[in-house]
């Protein structure tokens, strides 16, 4: 049976979540990729609660980009959940890609929320 592209990143993603957790020290940086928008939330797996997000999908960053689906889009969200972060004193995070292959978007979105102050 062949599994279809959203069913693998489903697998990959189980896999992941296996071993990686957020602490209320060390959250998990989370990324989600869709078509047309990327979304990031930095989420304390212990309480269960997400202490900040970001995605091309607000109303500021949809005026500004011609598309959430580029890579510019990607730094500029990394960029912004790591200022986000670091407001709130959060340095340190756990990456979780969510599935998705260390390539591109995701790639340039870790990169950028490296770039902003994020450790990981």
Do not use: W
């Amino acid at each position: 049976m062949k599994l279809t592209r959203k069913q693998l990143v489903q697998r990959r993603h189980q896999r992941l979540r296996k071993k990686v957790s957020g602490t209320p020290e060390r959250p998990r940086l989370s990324v989600f990729r869709s078509n047309q928008h990327i979304y990031v939330q930095v989420i304390d797996d212990t309480q269960q609660h997400t202490l900040t997000a970001a995605s091309t999908n607000e109303p500021e960053l949809r005026s500004q980009l011609k598309s959430g689906a580029t890579c510019e889009a990607s730094a500029v969200v990394g960029k912004r959940v790591a200022e986000r972060s670091l407001q709130k004193g959060i340095t340190n995070v756990v990456f979780d890609r969510g599935g998705n292959s260390y390539h591109g978007r995701v790639k340039t979105l870790a990169e950028a929320a490296r770039e902003g102050g994020l450790e990981f």
